[in-house]
């Protein structure tokens, strides 16, 4: 499905991750997938991947014998080990017995269907793949690293163990220890064996400590083993004699390359891999990631060679983890994978490096292209490093180089400079924003103002106020603007990043005159002109600027959730109507496209506001994360989603073209290439960026919403350990929604072995904690435990020792009221002293009576200390204080530190006390009520020091009712504020502050902003109403935008006095009712709002003409709550209106201030172009709002606008492929026909040329509806009704070839009611041909087909240089008028067959230069025409030709002279081969 594919990085620290077979295959290990390669000397082909595992690819291994090549086995930290066929990528089958995470696998290259795994556990397991059997062994108590089976002996196993030991195991006999090699110190990272049997070639360079006496004395058969270890040395193990025969340390080299961080430690891992056919020679890691080939039979001390010795550019960078060689094209290779997530593959002969295949260790947040250097593509990824990969170089597909100094976090946002070469902006998920020169090796300059958040999107533009003050030569052409997730945007001084960045949300309020607060900003998008910047925000609103000042011209409010991507129409379209197109994604998996060129080039005093889409695209079932405009098309965006796929649209058709499914994970960055319209590139959280044609896909849409719910089960263990977070951190905040991206990464699938953008110094030796660390066991606890789980005998599960040890605890708890427990003594050691015996307690009463009567010191008694502590009760203060100092050493050595703080406190040291309470953590309520004693600032101290003792403990409120009792009120509210506890610190502020302190504003504030994060918009909007924020308030609670949420928004905002947001959401919930078709409450929630009689006005005239086209097949659902007043009358549809108008609404038509203010309101609302995809229910609003213009043009005397505005509502049917509406308007506005045209004919001024263009539009339409009706009349009063029925059903508009048709058997069921209406307005005669026979319409039409002819033949140019296969519906033939009926039936099934034709035939006598000459011909005979017959839209004249003659062959009622003139207009303008088709298969 792929062009190229950059994957995923091999995972990290495992001991076989990857293997190849014979084939060139190799496969290995990243995240949970499984990838195969197509390796060749020359280059990788990424094949595909394996899918299946839940958790981290530990191993993986191909089976080696003949015939068997496709086959391999993988094992994963889910337990698993699972064998897969790489041809049909398919799941063989898979068993669990490992209970442990499995930590090697390795397929027995003699024993066919032996695979051979082992665990953390120690446990080996041999599964029979075809018979399905398995046996477990447990020959060493030990974790296992690495295993190898022997390429000698079927049953012998070498397993490399942790702790350095090696076992060889005889699984014969039920994994029976044959040989422990010892020697190693520490983990034994890889095992390999020799590809000899025999032990002969290294006898004479044994080790000297070798005893010859032991060798054998012949060579049999056992095979040398070779091992790398973390302790630096690489061992040769002769297998026969079961000892070490050569010791080989590793050189200290450590050539690092220059993507290295000098500042990141990483493990050592030592990888030894022994080549097939050298039996003499095995390769080994080293410490920077340098490979050296060991010559095992060399004389002298240096036995290796460094592999590309010739540059450091070929070496890995970071240690090397695994090595596989295999031989192709009599060429021997060797395959290594490294940490510095690059694959590498090596000649053997040469010991260079052939070439490298770079990888990713992140998330693909973003990629762009560059527009200076064609074809550079930069790649943000999240492990914390930028790639620049040259993706038009010849020499190497994958030619990348990265950049990582400056990059401590993950990469989130990328922008090329417009016009400076090779200068790349970017952003992390840290805040941090940067400018790299990719054509020079100095770090990134860094901005000095970070952002708070994940930075989402950067842009170059125009600088504004202030950085746009002073001379060209003072400040720069372009600045940087970077948007991030605290909701801002801020200009940066790319000559100056050391400076200040301003915040431009200063401009925009001081230019608007804003005073509420702005919804934060979530993307931005500068037109390419730079004159008009796009911002989207968190509510789902678009506002768009006028540069350099920031004036808003509109604002957008058609989404209703954030907004994810921005993206304006590329500047070089050949249609300058298109270059103002706006495209937007959100989180409601809806592509919006909006025409923004009457608000851009004909801006309003006050901002428009645009509730229309110009295209609406659907189809994703996710959340929208990126779009792209192709450079080569007008119209074709392509967009990315969370539903994991791509989709390519026709934007101006509002089709599908096709999806893109490649990717196993959701997708968050695309673009188109620069250089090939075929291909579009992009990137996801499966940790890949894949190149793709959209020729080759074979999905149109995207996958239904099944796709989704599988992803989101993936995300289930995830989504349970955030919310325990939360439950944990009292409120915690949940991450914004524009933040997914960022924190959504799944764990279970982290690639390389490390979450992504781990750090490379982070311990990987650390595992997740353990059950029998929860419940505070010990490991040797919670081994007995295991195993009385795992017991047969009748032993207790760990279940029931749980349940004995609860029954346990109740019982001592029943029986603790019985015994009393005698408090501690704070005075132990005395204490003690009075248990000794009596000789002893009888000998201190002499030594008390001698101190006490003695005038000097007793020899050998110091009362207080030592053997007579105990008498320092009975003496004098003194020795009492001595006694108090020894209980308190007792004390402190047995952890009683109350005990010791209540000596000191008895002494009156009570400072002393206190300061040891602090010191030690203990300080209770009581000491800290005898605090006052001390002193007013010991007591504070000392309340400072117990609040942050209770912090520590998670006692907040407590903590917070402290400090309020030292008058420490705004640290209290600070604390509760900080720990998320906005409630409380509400309550504490509001009673001790005044109402007008700034701290209560902002406490309510940052409440209502979490609180807004975590959806409770109700209690957001009460925070937002007590700080006396309205505006936010209202928005807010519109935020969820249901119904009765919008409808209170605006009440609210009537209240506060926001008339302007009250009028906008009123409008958004009418518009909500009236897509339901609740008219009456759309008109009560309008009818609050003053300013909004005009749209009451157009939503009357939507009512009425619902219910006038009820019967009519227009209106095909049921109608309930609809006003009296709309019943149909049998006057006119137009008075009827004016009447309802008057009597219901109070209109005035006399006031004309009042008709033009209300015709200027209906005129401002944008009211987009039809398209067949619009929504009936939609398409009847947008015609009322023409009806609606009309009626008040007709009040204000504006005969001219009431003519333009009835074409626009009777064109409007046509142009939606509704030829029934078309009819139905005609009926309704022009019940007359051709009088009522000629009516407003007689009212126009005639020397206006142009109302007179806009007349005879109108006056085409109303024939050209006409003309099909006596077609059908004719066709109804045939007397062959077989045949004439069978052409009538087959000669609708649709089916003549006007694709802007389509059949309406609803007129055709109606034959007598056609056959009266049209005599009732006369038979069609010669005037009425002649009004749609007009030549210069004609020849615009056919320049105009003329052109979209050869841009179709340059599409198939194009492709023909590609040989895949053609492109389906890609490069549409010509939309002539009658392309469709002239295919046969298998050609419309089947194009592919036509259109190669076609580009064969194209590509044989046609070059790019003539077909760009015959466009510009073209082009200068469109110019030549006048402009009032290319503004207003006229049917297809050859269709009416086509028609015309049809009737006259079929029913003889056409003049002459009529049809002579439809045929020679067929003949001059008649130039496509789809027209003639239909005309000879109609006419002749």
């Known amino acids: 499905m792929h062009e190229r594919l950059l994957p995923a990085s091999p995972n990290w620290y495992c001991s076989r991750c990857s293997d190849v077979n014979s084939d060139g295959i190799l496969g290995f290990g990243a995240k949970n997938t499984i990838y195969l390669l197509k390796v060749t000397a020359t280059s990788p082909t990424v094949l595909g991947e394996l899918n299946g595992h839940t958790e981290r690819v530990s191993g993986f291994a191909f089976c080696r014998h003949d015939g068997q090549e496709n086959i391999c086995a993988s094992t994963s930290d889910d337990k698993t080990v699972k064998i897969w066929d790489i041809d049909q990528k398919a799941l063989l089958t898979e068993h669990s017995v490992h209970q442990s995470i499995i930590s090697a696998i390795h397929w027995s290259p003699v024993e066919k269907g032996l695979v051979v795994s082992g665990d953390e556990k120690g446990i080996v397991v041999c599964y029979w793949h075809g018979r399905n059997d398995t046996h477990s062994f447990f020959p060493e108590p030990r974790t296992i690293f690495c295993l190898t089976c022997s390429p000698h002996n079927e049953n012998y196993v070498a397993v490399g163990y942790k702790d350095g030991m090696i076992a060889l195991i005889d699984i014969s006999k039920k994994g029976e220890v044959v040989h422990r090699l010892r020697g190693h110190e520490e983990e034994i990272h890889a095992l390999t064996w020799c590809p000899e049997a025999k032990e002969e070639a290294l006898y004479s360079l044994q080790e000297d400590n070798t005893d010859s006496s032991n060798g054998l004395k012949d060579a049999e058969v056992g095979g040398y083993l070779a091992s790398g270890s973390r302790d630096q040395t690489v061992r040769i193990w002769s297998t026969a004699r079961g000892k070490g025969v050569m010791t080989l340390k590793l050189p200290f080299l450590k050539r690092r390359g220059a993507g290295v961080d000098p500042g990141v430690k990483e493990r050592l891992w030592l990888t030894v891999h022994w080549p097939n056919g050298r039996p003499s ?120 180089k990265t950049y990582w100094q400056g990059i401590k976090s993950k990469v989130t946002a990328l922008a090329w400079h417009s016009v400076k070469e090779g200068s790349l902006a970017f952003g992390t998920d840290d805040g941090k924003v940067g400018i790299y020169d990719a054509y020079s090796n100095k770090p990134p300059q860094i901005s000095s103002t970070f952002h708070r958040r994940t930075v989402y999107c950067l842009g170059w533009g125009p600088p504004i106020p202030p950085l746009s003050f002073g001379g060209s030569g003072d400040r720069p052409s372009y600045s940087l603007y970077s948007c991030a997730g605290e909701g801002i945007i801020l200009q940066h001084d790319p000559w100056n990043l050391s400076g200040e960045a301003t915040n431009i949300d200063k401009l925009i309020r001081d230019t608007n005159n804003i005073k509420h607060k702005l919804s934060p900003h979530t993307d931005l998008s500068w037109k390419p002109d730079g004159k008009v910047l796009a911002i989207g925000n968190e509510d789902g609103s678009i506002e768009v600027y006028a540069a350099p000042n920031l004036k808003l011209l509109c604002s957008v409010q058609q989404h209703h959730k954030i907004i994810n991507a921005l993206r304006w129409h590329h500047p070089h379209s050949g249609r300058p109507e298109l270059r103002c197109l706006l495209a937007s994604g959100s989180s409601n998996a809806l592509v919006y496209v909006h025409d923004l060129c009457s608000a851009i080039e004909n801006p309003s005093e006050s901002p428009v506001l645009v509730t229309e889409a110009f295209r609406s695209l659907s189809g994703h079932t996710n959340k929208i994360t990126n779009l792209a405009w192709s450079p080569h098309h007008d119209g074709r965006l392509v967009t990315v989603s969370y539903d994991g796929t791509a989709q390519v649209w026709d934007v101006l058709k509002e089709e599908p073209i096709c999806n893109y499914r490649g990717h196993s994970g959701r997708l968050l960055c695309v673009q188109w290439s620069p250089v090939d319209p075929n291909l579009v590139w992009t990137g996801g959280d499966d940790f890949t960026v894949q190149e793709w044609a959209v020729s080759k896909q074979e999905h149109v849409r995207p996958p239904k919403s099944r796709r989704r719910v599988e992803l989101e089960k993936k995300k289930v263990p995830q989504k349970k350990t955030k919310k325990k977070k939360k439950a944990i951190g009292k409120g915690g905040a949940k991450v914004e929604e524009n933040e997914a991206p960022i924190g959504e990464e799944e764990k279970g699938a982290a690639g390389s072995g490390l979450d992504e953008g781990q750090s490379y110094d982070e311990d990987e030796e650390g595992g997740c904690v353990s059950i029998s660390t929860a419940l505070g066991l010990s490991k040797e606890t919670n081994k007995d435990v295991c195993g009385a789980e795992k017991t047969h005998n009748g032993g207790k599960s760990f279940l029931a020792v749980k349940k004995d040890v609860k029954d346990e605890k109740k019982k001592e708890k029943i029986e603790l009221p019985l015994k009393k427990r005698k408090p501690r003594s704070i005075l132990p050691l005395s204490t003690s002293m009075d248990h000794r015996p009596k000789e002893e307690l009888q000998q201190d009463c002499l030594d008390l009576a001698s101190v006490t009567h003695a005038k000097g010191e007793v020899a050998g008694c110091v009362p207080g200390t030592g053997e007579h502590i105990q008498l320092g009760l009975f003496t004098d203060r003194e020795a009492l204080f001595q006694m108090f100092k020894e209980e308190e050493e007792s004390h402190v050595e047995a952890g009683h530190y109350d005990s010791m703080m209540y000596l000191r406190l008895w002494k009156g040291d009570l400072i002393g006390a206190l300061n040891l309470a602090t010191e030690k953590g203990e300080l209770t309520d009581h000491l800290v009520s005898l605090a006052p004693m001390a002193g007013y600032q010991v007591w504070a101290k000392t309340v400072e020091s117990y609040v942050k003792q209770l912090c520590m403990q998670e006692q907040f409120l407590k903590a917070a009712s402290h400090l309020v009792s030292v008058h ?517």
């Open 281 to 400: 020679q095995i390769i080994s890691s080293c410490f920077g990631g340098e490979l050296v080939a060991w010559d095992l039979i060399k004389s002298g001390k240096q036995k290796w060679t460094l592999l590309g010795g010739s540059s450091d550019s070929q070496n890995h960078s970071r240690i090397v983890f695994n090595v596989n060689s295999l031989c192709l094209e009599d060429r021997e290779l060797l395959i290594s994978t490294s940490m510095d997530r690059e694959i590498k593959c090596w000649d053997l002969a040469l010991l260079e490096c052939c070439w490298t295949l770079p990888t990713l260790g992140g998330f693909v947040y973003a990629i762009g292209f560059s527009p200076v250097a064609t074809g550079c593509l930069a790649l943000g990824v999240g492990d914390n490093m930028i790639r620049v990969w040259n993706t038009l170089s010849v020499q190497n597909p994958y030619d990348t």
């Open 968 to 1484: 420490k009120l705004y640290e209290a509210i600070g604390l509760l504020k900080a720990h998320q506890l906005y409630r409380e610190a509400i309550a504490l502020a509001k009673a001790r502050l005044r109402a007008e302190d700034p701290v209560l504003k902002d406490l309510y504030m940052t409440w209502a902003a979490v609180l807004e994060r975590d959806g409770h918009y109700t209690t957001a909007a009460k925070c937002y109403l007590a700080a006396d924020a309205s505006f936010d308030a209202a928005k807010v609670i519109a935020k969820k935008g249901d119904v009765m949420s919008l409808k209170t928004a605006a009440n609210l905002a009537k209240i506060a006095g926001e008339s302007n947001l009250s009028q906008s959401l009123s409008l958004r919930c009418a518009k909500d009712l009236m897509l339901s078709q609740d008219w009456l409450a759309a008109q009560d929630i309008l009818s609050k709002q003053d300013t909004l009689l005009g749209h009451r006005l157009q939503f009357c005239v939507s009512e009425m003409l619902t219910r006038c086209l009820a019967h009519t097949g227009v209106v095909t659902w049921s109608l309930t709550s609809m006003h009296a007043w709309s019943e149909p009358a049998d006057e006119g549809f137009l008075a009827a209106v004016c009447r309802v108008w008057k009597n219901v609404f109070g209109l005035v038509p006399t006031d004309l201030d009042e008709m033009r203010a209300l015709h200027h309101q209906l005129r401002a609302i944008e009211n987009p172009p039809a398209t067949a995809s619009v929504p009936m229910k939609q398409l009847l609003f947008h015609v009322a709002l023409d009806v609606a213009l009309s009626v008040l043009s007709q009040l204000l005397g504006d005969w001219a606008s009431v003519v333009e505005e009835l074409l626009r509502a009777v064109t409007r049917g046509f142009e939606a492929g509704h030829f029934t509406l078309m009819t139905e308007m005609c009926e309704l506005l022009l019940p007359q026909g051709m009088d009522s045209v000629e009516v407003y004919k007689r009212r126009l001024m005639k020397d206006d040329e142009e109302s007179l263009d806009v007349y005879q539009s109108l006056e085409a339409f109303v024939c050209y509806q006409f003309m099909y009706r006596d077609w059908w009349r004719h066709s109804c009063c045939s007397n062959t009704n077989s045949h004439s029925t069978e052409d009538m059903n087959g000669q609708t508009p649709v089916e003549n070839g006007d694709p802007n048709h389509e059949t309406r058997t609803t007129i055709q069921s109606k034959d007598q009611d056609v056959e009266a209406t049209v005599r009732s307005k006369g038979s069609v005669g010669e005037g009425f041909w002649k009004i749609l026979l007009s030549e210069p319409h004609a020849n615009l039409q056919a320049t105009q087909r003329a052109i979209e002819d050869i841009q179709s033949r340059v599409s198939l140019l194009v492709q023909h240089h590609h040989p895949q296969e053609p492109q389906p519906n890609l490069c549409a033939l010509p939309q002539t008028g009658f392309c469709d009926i002239t295919q046969e039936p298998s050609s419309l099934e089947g194009p592919v067959g036509l259109e190669s034709k076609q580009r064969s035939s194209v590509a044989e006598s046609e070059s790019f230069p003539a077909l760009v000459v015959q466009v510009t011909e073209h082009q200068k005979r469109i110019a030549a025409i006048p402009d009032h017959l290319k503004k207003y839209p006229f049917p297809d004249v050859l269709e009416c030709c086509i028609v015309l003659l049809y009737m006259n062959k079929h029913f003889g009622v056409i003049p002459r002279h009529v049809c002579v003139e439809a045929s020679s207009l067929l003949v001059r303008y008649g130039s496509t081969s789809s027209l003639h088709k239909a005309w000879q298969k109609l006419t002749l």
